[in-house]
Every structure is written in C-alpha cells, then in structure tokens.
DNA sequence: TATTAGCACTCAGAAAAGGCGAGTGCTAAG
DNA sequence: CTTAGCACTCGCCTTTTCTGAGTGCTAATA
C-alpha cells in the first residue's frame, strides 16, 4: 500500500523530530511545522492511519506517536532527507581524522575510537578480508642466539611478525633455507590446502631447521584462518547519554553483553543486502536483546583484498541521517588514507563537504 | 592513635558486610556475627568512636554506618583477610586462562577481557617498559616491486613490522646494506642519541636506499618513543552491574570519561609507594569524578625490560581480598606464560591454590 | 568502670493520593 | 475532505502519609 505525499510528510516529520526530541510526537507539534499547512485534527486522522498500517505506535493512550521499527525502516530507505555536514563538524572531523599510529591494529582502534567520539555513541572498526588469505612472502631472521623472528606477509599487504625462542641453535644458512622451503611450498596456498602431506614435505626438506616447523606452522595457520582482524568496539558507556538509556543502566548492559566484538564481526553475514551503508534497526537485529538498539554501518577500502568497517551503535531512535553523513565522510576519507598505504598522517583529507546516500 | 582489637574486628565487619551488601550496617548485624560477644549497644559505642576517628561514615543520622576512605585503607593495609579461592574459582580461572592469540598485542587485549569476566568488573592490561627502549635488531625484507617490509625488533623481544611502499625502485643488495647501516648505527641507541647528526650520516651511507630511511627512521623513532604499549581497557559496562551505578548511569560515565586509557597509563606514576599489588582508595585517587572508584593493579612479569600490569576499576565498595586473590592469581600464572615466551597456550598454569597478601 | 537493656527520636524511602496537562478520538459544522 | 470544538484518558509529577531500621542517651547491672 503506497503512502500518500502527506502521510509521508507527515512521517518524515515525526521521525525528525522525535529523533531529535526523544519524546513522542503530536499533532500540535508536526501543525506548527512551517512547511505545514493542515490543521492538527487532519494530521490526527492521518496519524491513526499510519498507525493502522504499522507505521507508528503510541506508547499510551494519551501520548503522541513514535515511529515504529517498520516506520524507520521506510524512513531510512525513502524518507531520509541527505543530512549535510556543516562546516563546523567537517572542521573537527578533519581535525579528528589525524591518525597517530602507523600500526594496522592500533589504526583500527583509533579509527574505532575517533568515530565513537565523533557521533557521541558507541562504535567500532574492523577489518575484514574479502577472499581467503594466502601467504605470500616468508623470512626468517636471526635476532639473537636462540632468538629468530618469522616474518609473514599476507595477501592484502598484511605483515605479521613472531619472535620464536628455540633451545636448538641454527645457523643463518639454515633460515635461508628453511624460509626458501616454506616460499616454495606455501605461497598463494589457501589454508585448506595446507594439509599434514604439505606439512610432511616441508618438513623433510627443512633439514636443520625442522624443530622450527611445527612453530612457523602453527603461527601461519592461525594467520590465515584469521578472516577478519579483532572488532575494536569503544565508547560502550556513550550509549548511556542517550536518553532512553539514562535509568536503564540494566538494559544498556545488556545490550553490549549480546552484542560483543564477535557478534559484531558476524553481523555483516546477517544483513538483508549488499551496500556500502548498512541500517539494522531494531527488530531486525538478532537478538532480542537489541530489539531497540541500531547499528549503521559503513566499508570503506583499505586496499587489495582487504575492506574496513565502521559502525555506530545506538538507540532505534538515531539520527540516522547524521549518523550516515559522518561515516560517510569518515570512510571517504579513510579509504583514501589507507590506499596510500604509507604515512596517513602526512594527507589530509580532502574538505569534501556534505554527503550523499540515496533520496 | 591506636585502635583497640575490638575496634579493629568491628571495622572489619564493617568492610566485609558493606562489601557483600552495599548496605550500609548497622550495630545489631555485626552483633549477629557469630564470634561477637558482645551487645549491640556497646558496637554502638564502638561505633560513634570509629565514626569520630573519620574511619566510619554514616550517610544520615538513622542509618547505619559506611567505611570512609579512611576506613578502607586501614582494611587494605592492615584488617584485610587473605581470601582463599575456592576450588570452582580456581578452576574457572584456569579455564579461562587458556591464551588464544599469538600476539603480543592480541594477548594482552584478552587478558584485560578475561580479568573483567573474571572479576565482573571494568579492568585493563597494559605492559609497560621498565627502562627506555633501544632497538636490537633492524631487517629489511624485499616483499615484492616496490614493497618493503622493516622488522624492527626491540630491547625487551617486542618486534615490530611496517610494510614500506616505495614509487622508487630498489635492489635486495641496497636493502642489505642499508639494513646494516642502521644494526650498525642504531643498535641499543636510546630514542634521545637519535640526532639529525646521526640521521645525516645514515642517509649518506644509505647510498641508493636512501629514500628509504626517513619513513624507516620514522617508524623507529615512534616504536622508541613509546613507552607503554597500548592499554586495553574493557568491561566498563560492567561497572553498571554494581548497585552504586544501577541507577547513576551518568556518573558510571563520568567515571570513564576521567579514567581513559591515557590516565590509566599514567597511573603508576601516582602510586603511593612500590610494590607488586597496589590499591587506589576514592579520593586518593587523581580525579574529584573518582572519588567513589577505587582501583586495584596488580604487576607481573613478562619478560627482559618489560612489564605487564592488569587492573581493576570498581567502586570503592569492592571486595579487595578477593579481587587480590584473583589478580595475584592471574599474574602469577601470567607472568609464568610470558616468560616462557613462546607458546602460551601450550602450557597449563599451575593448580596453584590460594593467594598470599600482607596480613 | 565497662557493659547492656530499654526507650524516645530521627529520617530515608516506599506507598498512596491528588492534580495537571498534553494528547487523543469523535462529532458536527464548514 | 478539512477543521474547530470538546469530553475523556492516563502517564507523570508533587505532596502526603506511613513504616521501620537504626541511632544516641539514660539508667540499671556486673
């Protein structure tokens, strides 16, 4: 059933402002609008209509309306008016977006953090590969008797490193060796593909460093089951300013119980369609324990084969529009620092101003 | 002034009953206790005196009465039982302590996760260095055209990676001599010796990989200058679960809007005096906004120059003895897993039973 | 002198009562 | 189809009352 241009002025209005408000909506309040020009009693019936159809709810019988789930939903993929960024708030996002460290992790964490701080809400960041990870470099190095760091490289320009202390003593040659072996026989192997005859081979042929195997091994494995880097949530305590959760400290708590870092790295699996911005509202979400809490969500690029998320947690009742604008800009802006790879710091971003997403 | 014995087992009482009940207490409970024998009327007696030393506070004229501060330091330091840990708590601690991630930073993420689910309240983990760090050991890797990986492994066997992108084009030979250029210069170079001086004379031996060696320098210089890794602070929520905070949401948030991971790394610094437990009482602490929190940290050992610390954030009402029951544990099977290096997971604390603390 | 029983008094917090007013739905007129 | 008018509902805020745990003091007791 297609809704009339009024009843979705009239929506629109509410969602606006009791998203700004936090208090249900009447009749009075949407009539004195300025760009409304029919009487409250009018705005009431169309009220009850909206209703009927599921669109608003009514927290009592005297109380105006509030949006229902289904009612942000349609706000969200129709009603939602392009929030645009003034210049004071693309100023401190700017500002913001100076990045201190030059680690993958501690990035993602600082990204975590600078988007909770900048909505005023709980957030997080992560990054996720798109395909499988394969090997793509090995090397060994001689740190110290007894003391050989592992490099690897991982597609997606991913480099991890482990400091292995062994009691055997190898000589560089044996590294050589050993980092010559595992080159030739894993690079580009998904993890599946290395099986205990891969293992068998390598470590035959690894000579007098075979007692290094079975570490190097266990440390490349758990890096390419690895899909997704760690889920860097903060800011949990931000969702008590938000009115709903002021004297419901319980439920707030609950909230972050059930929707910990690895509830989190799964959501994206659990969403209705593909896109760069992502909505959950309430209901939708999983588990009943979310049932009035949103998430909005946004990839940006980080660079071959590897993809960044940002998310914002918050009440059903957000602004959504804002919410979308600020990560919008932030994963702009982001994908941009991080394709450059090197020194993100050294490029500030581009005072894009304002945000597009679908009218 | 001394306190009688008498005095000292009815502060005691006091502590323990207020601590399990976040009540304030009154004469006739500890009269109930079973090795008290005497009346009600002279625990009030008792009382009034406490309350007149400052060590007893009483909220209003007809309630019972609450450890001051006062009160809780002179529990911590010389009334606190040793608290022994059960078998089921010893057991879950062991459970929990099985380490997934291999890496440092990783790890330590997941001790402050598991110090919080274990104690149910916010805690954090940090390492920090005990002398200024110096670099051991630089490498450089060749990781595919124009992809450069520096290992750069610390005093204290933390090894750090950055990949290096690089437009101009180098050979295995440039990067080997470059990498002894800087093993040769830099090698246990405190992060103050690092002079333009020395910069200049790198880059004049760098000879073709001289592009290379500000952004190396760069990445050096702020895995020097760090003093602390990061501090992982989790489990603030958490802190809503105490009945003090059930329904003071905003001053739970206040709490960590003081008490972030910067303040939290500076906090050593405050301590009163050294030692491995080390508790921080209310107004003791730094900030007004803390002035119901107390924290209890704990040190443990984690190798060569390098320190781990991991903490608990609560209110002052917290159940000292055996929060530094559960710490010493976990620090000292922590402490057990990190100096072995190596493979954490591989190897199963001790059944240690129980916890010393001063009497 | 130290302890205890007894008692009047205090006062925060829970429960009950009252009043206010924003907001509704309906009806009837424009 | 729209709107003015009006009776009605009901959450919430304020005020009032009530209750009982706990105190401090006094006087009796060991």
Known sequence: MELTDRQKQILRAIVDIYVSTAEPVGSKAIAALPDVNFSSATIRN????????????????????????????LYIDELMQDYRLSLD??????????????????????????????TDLPAYAMATRQSGAVAKHFDLIMAGPGSII????????????????????VTEADLKLLAAVLNASLTDLPAQQITGEVLEKISRSA?????????VMDFTLECLRQQHGDVHLTGQMRLLGQPEYRDAAEKA?????TLDEEMISKLPAVLPKDGPVQFLVGPENVA??????????????????????????????????????KLGYFAENLGRMFQKGGTPSAMPPALTEGMKNEE
């Open 150 to 169: 592992l490099v690897l490289m991982l597609s997606g320009d991913v480099v991890k490193n482990k400091l292995i202390k062994l009691p055997v003593s």
């Open 46 to 73: 169309e009220m009850a209509d909206l209703t009927q159809m599921g669109l608003l709810e009514q927290p009592h019988t005297s109380a105006g309306r509030v949006p229902s789930p289904a009612g942000y939903r």
């Open 207 to 215: 000579g007098a460093a075979s007692p290094l195997v079975p570490l």
């Open 288 to 325: 009943r324990e979310l049932k009035d809490t949103s998430v909005v969500m946004m990839r940006f690029d980080i660079g071959e084969g590897m993809q960044g998320t940002i998310g914002v947690v918050g009440p059903t009742r957000m602004d959504y529009a804002k919410i979308t604008a």
């Open 89 to 118: 708030e693309t100023k401190s996002l700017n500002e913001a977006l100076e990045l201190k460290s030059q680690e993958f992790d501690q990035m993602m964490s600082q990204v975590g953090k600078l988007v909770s701080k900048m």
């Open 253 to 257: 708590q609950e909230v972050f119980e």
